[in-house]
């Protein structure tokens, strides 16, 4: 993709050249070696908006995506002998890493503000399609914001007159969301470009190439998906009107529509990052990871051929336990091995075992298994959960840049996903779709995503039982829950809220008990509802941060959000 390159590269330029000299364009415009506004387009400044918010700097890709989202998500874990961390780290609170989080996610208002006072009806870059295009990113960008700390700055964060923005709710924020959703698709009618000569998105925009009936159906498909989050909970009047309105309209169905962001593989990881910057350059063994044990399983036990797309086979061969000398691990040594070897048993992977009491060696036989890792384990038990005996993320997810490797693209959001809100509400009796038919083409829309053959996709389509919507609404709400979540990997801040918002998968939704084995965390097992707000936050806007928390709840990452299963 050196053409991104070329692409962020100019509209940094002009990034850092409008937000210092911008400001006058009259005065610009009377120097004859400025910039005029007939040289510049809004379209150079919505490359590094798309950038910002699903690929940011290692940084904050690290600390909000990886070390919170993903494993939140139950899909990525730490905590392998080796690894820098035990999987209890984010499950115990960190003031840095959450801090982190929150300053990149916050500060994203800045630069989208930016852009949008340019394009708006009256500024300099007014172009209304380009407009159109920021309402659409403002709705995704609260939703991830929103739905990961709750209440936040909204109607007040973008007036330049007001320094300390109350929070709004968040039935206030879903509710502003989609009413602008729907005033960028009113703008967008049946446009396709935004305008002509430089006023033509194209390869500009990473989504779509400029296709604003792409954007139309991103935009729709984003107000279902909240539109069916909100359902059902206090004081969300307007979800059943949204949700009957986005499924008469044109969603996200088929591949040609997936926003996906092909990932650059030349830009530096301090402007633009992947997984296979901190896989491949951040540390060697410590700062990776492996995939969580409840998306293997699902996978590995139901046949489904996404399996080795998502995520390697282990490495086995010769692996020794030994007894420690000191601390827990002594008299609880062969619990640990035996959870470890029952999860080997579990995976159908074949081994012998040698050795007695304080040393256990096991030779795992040749043989392609998958073994997901447990979520959260504990630092006792991390001696024990050897590298070679959990399975890795799949090679297209960690490639590194500048190898010619492919990568996997950023997930904005899928044709899969919206096919499974339309059987979701199928199921639910608020929408008239063919619910079986509309699950299948959202599991073979995922699988087509993650390059698996279609006799492949056929067959697990015709012969699995995860492939039926044939048990009680339940049942069939749950299955949707869990492929939407499968579906939604590598994008943690999305899965997560799956599950905090349907309950499924349960395994994860449910906690840990077991504390031999498992973090307790600061919620003493319990599954994380949101992250705490950032110190930057508590230093600038206290006030209205501390009346936010009286109306939500304790700013703790146990309290559960407005839409959540649990409330």
């Known amino acids: 993709m050196k053409g991104i390159l070329k692409i962020v590269s100019r509209s940094l330029l002009l990034l850092v050249f409008c937000m210092s000299g911008c400001s006058d364009f009259e005065e610009i415009n009377t120097k ?20 910002e918010l699903y690929a940011p700097n290692r940084f904050p890709y690290w600390r909000a995506q990886l070390i919170h989202a993903d494993r939140f998500a139950g899909q990525f874990t730490f905590g392998f002998n080796g690894c820098w961390w ?44 380009f407009y159109a295009i920021g309402l659409i990113m403002k709705g995704l960008y609260y939703q991830m914001y929103t739905d990961t700390f709750g209440m936040v700055p909204y109607s007040e964060a973008s007036n330049p007159d007001i320094i300390t923005p109350k929070f709004d709710t968040q039935v206030e924020i879903y509710q502003g969301v989609i009413t602008q959703l729907d005033e960028a698709m009113d703008i967008i009618g049946d446009a396709t470009v935004t305008g ?15 296709d604003l009936q792409k954007w139309k159906k991103l935009a729709n498909t984003l107000k279902l998906r909240m539109a069916l989050r909100a359902q059902g909970a206090s004081g969300a009047d307007f979800a059943s009107s949204a949700i009957s309105e986005a499924l008469q309209n044109p969603l996200l169905s088929m591949a040609e529509d997936n926003a996906l962001m092909e990932k650059d593989t030349e ?41 080795p797309h998502y995520a390697e086979p282990i490495i086995g061969g010769d692996v020794t336990f030994t007894r420690p000398t000191e601390g827990n691990g002594v008299a609880l040594f062969d619990k ?36 997901g890792q447990p979520t959260r384990l504990n630092g006792d038990i991390y001696p ?29 959001m899928t044709a899969a996903e919206g096919n499974f809100l339309q059987a979701e509400a199928a199921v639910k009796g608020l929408g008239s779709g063919d619910a079986q038919a509309l699950y299948q083409e959202g599991i073979r829309q995922s699988m087509l995503q993650w390059n698996v053959d279609e006799g492949a996709i056929s067959e697990f389509l015709t012969n699995e039982p995860m492939a039926q919507l044939d048990g009680s609404m339940e049942e069939n709400i749950e299955k949707i829950a869990i492929q939407r979540w499968l579906a939604a990997y590598t994008d943690g801040f999305e899965a997560w809220a799956i599950v905090r918002d349907t309950g499924y998968p349960a395994e994860l939704a449910n906690g840990v008990s077991d504390y031999d084995i498992y973090a307790a965390g600061t919620l003493n097992g319990e599954y994380p509802q949101r992250m705490r707000y950032g110190n930057i936050e508590y230093n600038t806007n206290g006030a209205n941060l501390e009346a936010a928390v009286q109306v939500q709840g304790p700013d703790e990452q146990g309290t559960e959000l407005w839409w959540s299963a649990g409330n």
Do not use: M
């Open 32 to 51: 004859p070696d400025a910039f005029t506004s007939d040289e510049v387009s809004a379209k150079y400044f919505l490359t590094g908006l798309q950038i």
């Open 86 to 129: 035990t999987d209890g780290l984010a499950y115990d609170y960190n003031v840095g890493y959450t801090d982190a989080a929150y300053d990149w996610i916050s500060g994203y208002l800045g630069k989208f503000s930016t852009y949008q006072n340019f394009v708006r009806p009256g500024g300099e870059l007014e172009n209304d399609k």
């Open 196 to 210: 002509d000569g430089l006023e033509l998105l194209a390869e500009n925009d990473l989504f779509f190439n400029g």
């Open 267 to 307: 830009i530096d990881q301090f402007g633009n990052a992947a997984y296979g910057d901190v896989w491949h350059n951040f540390g060697g063994l410590g700062s990776k990871w492996k995939v969580g044990k409840t998306l293997v399983d699902y996978l590995r036990d139901n046949n489904d051929p996404r399996l």
């Open 336 to 371: 640990y091995v035996e959870f470890i070897l029952g999860e080997l048993d579990n995976a159908g992977v074949e081994y012998t075992q040698s050795g007695s009491g304080d040393e256990i060696t096991i030779s795992v036989a040749e043989g392609t298994y998958y073994v």
């Open 384 to 412: 024990h959960v050897k590298y070679e005996l959990f399975s890795a993320p799949a090679d297209w997810v960690v490639n590194p840049k500048n190898s010619g490797a492919p990568i996997a693209p950023e997930v904005v």
